[in-house]
């Protein structure tokens, strides 16, 4: 029973611990104050045991209670915006680059360009709103196309 008391003591502490880091990130410093606060409450609780069962189930709650925090936060956290700049090899295979996304409703801008040899050609500023959208528009293009992706 103490082992057990004990595993989920230290494994509140690390979770707590980790959540207040994590909203202290976000600016959300009332969040990470009570986190903080529950995290040390869950601390003293551990603590008060000893024994390498103790130390065992310790390291355990320490791991897992570190670990899985950030992996739901980042589960549960929306889409951000993604920016790519992609330029095709040729003019043309811009055009219908762009020409593509645009059928298919995806936020795109173009600016002509030309290189040191005097080639024009097109990039294109796309705006992805999720996930999907970066596979859509990372699938309409090959190895021949450079991609500058900007958060």
């Not at 500023?125 to 996930?131: D, E, L, R, V, W």
């Amino acid at each position: 029973m103490d082992l057990i008391v004990i595993f989920v003591s230290k494994l509140l502490d690390c979770a707590f611990g980790a959540l207040k880091t994590s909203f202290f990130i976000r600016n959300k410093f009332v969040i990470s104050a009570m986190c903080a606060s529950f995290s040390t409450v869950f601390f003293i609780l551990s603590i008060k045991q000893s024994g390498l069962f103790a130390y065992f189930a310790i390291f355990i709650a320490t791991f897992l209670g570190n670990y899985f925090p950030p992996v739901v936060i980042k589960k549960l956290e929306k889409d951000k915006l993604f920016v790519y700049e992609i330029t095709a090899d040729t003019f043309e295979r811009s055009i219908n680059f762009a020409e593509t996304l645009r059928e298919l409703n995806i936020p795109i801008a173009t600016t002509k360009i030309r290189d040191k040899y005097g080639s024009r050609n097109l990039t294109c500023t796309c705006y992805a709103m999720s996930k999907e959208i970066s596979s859509i528009i990372l699938d309409n293009t090959d190895d021949t196309f450079k991609i500058n992706k900007r958060s």
